[in-house]
């Protein structure tokens, strides 16, 4: 049985100035999508060059943030946004929503792929291994912040947070750094290392995080002000991931039987 390390969360505190954690991991993941970006557009067969990673990065990052600040509000508290339409904009009270967020990414590289006149497709394809960085980095967060904690679990990692009671619990937020960020990343890293068909990196990212989130759940607690949306054990979190993994698995076949069916008709001619 392990202990949580009580971690200030505020990382540096520069007189009035609190930097905390969870904003430092924002950072990192902004950080280390910009330079993974970079890096992948050396490779002259990429839709973006080095210094479009630039603006690239700046058009995900505006995503990020809108995408999921509002889908928080959207899907784990609409009513707390009815009754004060003003705490969208209340950033500093916390709550951000992946799932929100990525939609908001995919606006945004949208955009961002019109404006460069590339394809949507290889465009966000090309975001899809970046945003894992972040993935990790924000789940580190919130194991620093102390909260999505998990389950009571007899297992010898379980870990003690305080605030929570005596019982050991699933570090729910370590189990999706290692499968969103790190397991993840080295998947996506390995896919996208040569050329693919298109569409094929986006689904391998939306049935792997699919499948990640979805399992995590079963040993994470729901929100409290939400519970449990059906059959008692199924969360947001589920309702929301059920959709990535088949439009992932749609997005496998299409790319993939786009290029038999390419490679057949090249034969016949």
Not at 79 to 95: K, Q, R, V
Not at 100 to 114: D, K, P
Not at 170 to 179: D, K, N, R, V
Request: charged residues 15%.
């Amino acid at each position: 049985m392990l202990t949580y390390p009580e971690i200030d969360p505020v990382a540096i505190q520069l007189g009035p100035l609190a930097i905390h954690w969870y904003g430092l991991m924002y950072a990192i993941g902004f950080l280390g999508g910009w330079w993974y970006g970079r890096v992948r557009a050396r490779q002259p067969w990429r839709p973006v060059t080095p210094p479009q990673v630039d603006d690239l990065v700046l058009y995900v990052a505006i995503g990020v943030v809108a995408g999921g600040r509002i889908g928080y509000m959207l899907f784990y508290a609409p009513g707390e946004l009815l009754a004060n339409p003003l705490s969208l904009f209340m950033l500093w009270e916390g709550g951000m929503s992946f799932h929100g967020g990525l939609v908001g990414v995919i606006l945004c590289v949208w955009l961002f792929a019109y404006r460069i006149g590339q394809t949507f497709w290889d465009m966000i394809d090309f975001v899809a291994p970046l945003v894992t960085i972040g993935l990790g980095a924000g789940r580190l967060g919130n194991f620093i912040n102390g909260e999505l904690w998990g389950k009571t679990t007899e297992l010898p990692w379980g870990m003690v947070y305080p605030p929570m009671g005596p019982d050991p619990r699933h570090p729910s937020q370590l189990y999706e750094f290692l499968l969103e960020g790190v397991a993840l990343f080295l998947i996506l890293w390995w896919f996208s290392r040569k050329p693919r068909p298109r569409m094929a990196v986006s689904g391998m990212f939306l049935v792997c995080y699919g499948v990640f989130r979805f399992l995590v759940e079963f040993v994470r607690l729901p929100d409290a002000h939400l519970g449990y949306q059906a059959l008692g054990w199924v969360t947001m979190g589920q309702i929301l991931s059920a959709p990535m993994i088949l439009l992932g698995l749609v997005l496998l076949w299409l790319a993939y039987g786009r290029q038999v069916d390419e490679s057949a008709n090249t034969k016949a001619s």
